[in-house]
Nanobody, 124 residues
Framework: QVQLVESGGGSVQAGGSLRLSCAGY????????MGWFRQAPGKEREGVAV???????IYADSVKGRFTISQDIAKNTLYLQMNSLKPEDTAMYYC??????????????????WGQGTQVTVSS
């Protein structure tokens, strides 16, 4: 029922910026979590940033201070502003939705629905 569609990925130079968007369908503004995850080839999917319906945010240490997660409630849209990008940020980025992400907010197994992914490539 819940559908998520990411956009905004692309290729940038190190130090550049990208803004990812995730349009959500099939849910209302009840208690839930939305998050961004990423997966590089040969690596485990890792949580990047999460925002709960009450506005609380959690970031992975690797992106703290560089990335900002936000949401536009009226548009049912999630965003990830990525600044000061590094080559190690290169990955497929996924938007995810969870009815309840407590207590493992940045664990992929906590999430029920996923977008198709959008590729982010950062070159040096």
């Amino acid at each position: 029922q819940v559908q998520l569609v990411e956009s905004g990925g692309g290729s940038v130079q190190a130090g550049g910026s990208l803004r990812l968007s995730c349009a959500g369908y099939g849910y209302t503004n009840s208690g839930h979590c939305m998050g961004w995850f990423r997966q590089a080839p040969g690596k485990e999917r890792e949580g990047v940033a999460v925002i709960a319906s009450d506005g609380r945010t959690i970031y992975a240490d690797s992106v703290k201070g560089r990335f900002t997660i936000s949401q536009d409630i009226a548009k049912n849209t999630l965003y990830l502003q990525m600044n000061s990008l590094k080559p190690e940020d290169t990955a497929m980025y996924y938007c995810a939705f969870a009815w309840n992400c407590w207590p493992l907010f940045l664990r992929a197994s906590s999430y029920n629905y996923w977008g198709q992914g959008t590729q982010v490539t950062v070159s040096s």
